[in-house]
């Protein structure tokens, strides 16, 4: 069993995030594996060490994104790989899975691909999708329960909607995305971040993906982001409620009929 | 003609709210761009949604009633919108951003060689192109989505937040022509099979809830979600909660709200004994009115509040759903 989590390097969520000449900035706010896929990972990890298999991270970015990926190998994942190319730059969902799956493939024996629910930065949550539909594989989203059957090649899973929760069974390979009632993810062990600091961590280029570089970054990309600006700053001026409780709820409710909320 | 396409999200054969919202929101431009504005309804019964297209404002629908479209699944959904598109490539194809809806769309637009746009909370139109406003690094920032000219692929898919765009008045008895159309995939063509449900009836969704109380650290423990609980069921809305509480034990993920939870955007937002910390926020900023109740008048929730009550929230819930019970005679 050949398990691949696709993993993206994020800012902190804490970090103060701010647009300075028309770039995102986040300061010296450090950077960290995207928060919905730390249960990506765990969720990788849990499925090798059940089926007896290997957990492959995958992340693009620039060489940076390296430290993340290091995470995920000192949690446990058995290897990582790295797409890194400047011909990537700017790509946009379907690129982006252009390059995901190129390296799926480039990988060859794969059964399931893990994602988080989102990226906390582009905050799209469609990539997951898009790289299942470049493969042909079956796309699974939500999922808060993934049960494989390896013997069958098929995987019963929980997916939770708007509504609930809907119970499938579907036939590997998948590409599936994981929300966070999951799992719990492990902090890294000690043993695990000694060995990711030794490991060599493999760049793929565009070329050694044997993409054409037009069909990926910019170029590649059917949408683009003319504009990114802060959110308008909420009007902060709370208008404090007092008295007995009983006063306060009267003053409450008489302010909010009036505010047509309820 | 130009042609807007709305993909109607239903479950069960009931529409959510957020199609309707976002079929006003194609009506809408449908004015800037003098369009026309066909809803597409695909699942199986459910002509009567068809008809309820009408009455929110479609000028046309599009049905495909077929048993392979009984249970949600992105493949033959998304064959089916993916071969129409192909066949029509209207301007903008718009759905609401529910995990139906991004799916669907994801997946049609990737077969068609395009990207979707997602997760819109304003759309504007200029010299042919849409562009959609995006909430993105959790909401901290805001950005500018457009579809490039002289793309491969015409037609622009674009998701729509739910509750960011007002739901249409309907008007009763409108009604209009429905093209019927086949499904695509066979069912042993679809490789996943819905094996069941596990959904309580009657509760109301975060996702569409247009009011939520929501509990945090401060309710203490399991317990102490009752007076919260009471308070959004006399308001007739739904409850949250913060990660600490969610990740304490006391309640269910699916209440969280927050970067790692829900992004709800209710009229009325009711946060008691939640300190407010930005990944909280980044679920519930857009929220319309804010109520902070907290014991502590530093906390940063009460920087977002349209109204605060620095106080236990064991006697203002309390109070508060008395009150409400008095007014709105329950
Ligand atoms: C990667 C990441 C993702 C995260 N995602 C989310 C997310 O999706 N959603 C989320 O909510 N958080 C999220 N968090 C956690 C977030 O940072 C905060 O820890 C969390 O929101 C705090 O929850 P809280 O406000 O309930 O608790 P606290 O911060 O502990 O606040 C409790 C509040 O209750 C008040 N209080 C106590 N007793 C009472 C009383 N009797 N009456 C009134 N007030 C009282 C206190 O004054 C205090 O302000 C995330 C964090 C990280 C690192």
Known sequence: MHIVVCTKQTPDTAAKVEVKDGHVTWGDSGLVVNPWDEYAVEEAIRLKEKHNGKATALSMGPEGAKETLKTCLAMGCDQAILISDPALK???????????????????????????????????????????????????????????????????VERSLEEGKQLCVAKLPAVVSVVKDINEPRYPSFMGIRKAAKAVIPTWSVADLGLDPAKVGVAGSSVTWPEIYPLPARESNVEIIDGSPEEIAAKLADKLIAEKVI | MANIWVYIDQFKGAALSASWESLGAAKKLAGDMSASVTTLVFGHNVESVAKEAFEYGADAVTLCDDGTLADFRARPYAALLAKLAADSTPDVIAAPNTTRGRDVMSMAAITLNTSAIADGIALNYKDGLVYVTHPAYAGKLLSTVVAKTGRSFHSQFITLRPRAFPKP?????????????????????????????????????????????????????????????????????????????????????????????????????????????????AGMRTSKVIVAINKDAEAPIFKLARYGVVGDLFKIAPALSSEFRKRLGK
């Open chain 1, 90 to 156: 700017g790509s946009d969902t379907a690129a982006t899975a252009t390059a995901l799956a190129a390296a799926i493939q480039k990988l060859g024996d794969v059964d399931i691909v893990v994602f988080g629910k989102q990226a906390i930065d582009g905050d799209t949550g469609l990539t997951a999708v898009a790289v299942a539909t470049k493969l042909g594989w079956t796309p699974l989203t939500y999922l808060s329960k993934i049960e494989i059957d390896a013997a069958a090649k098929t995987v019963a």
């Open chain 2, 169 to 281: 008045e309907p008007t009763a008895g409108k009604s209009g022509a429905i093209t019927k159309v086949e499904a695509v995939l066979k069912e042993d063509e679809i490789a996943t099979k819905v094996t069941g449900y596990s959904i309580e009836e009657g509760k109301v969704s975060l996702a569409d809830a247009k009011i939520i109380v929501s509990g945090g650290r401060g309710v203490g423990g399991p317990e102490g979600f009752a007076p919260v609980r009471e308070l959004a069921e006399v308001l007739g809305g739904a409850m949250g909660a913060s990660r600490a509480a969610v990740d304490a034990g006391w309640i269910p993920y699916a209440h969280q709200v927050g970067q790692t939870g829900r992004t709800v955007a209710p009229d009325l937002y009711i946060a008691c004994g939640i300190s407010g910390a930005i990944q909280h926020q």
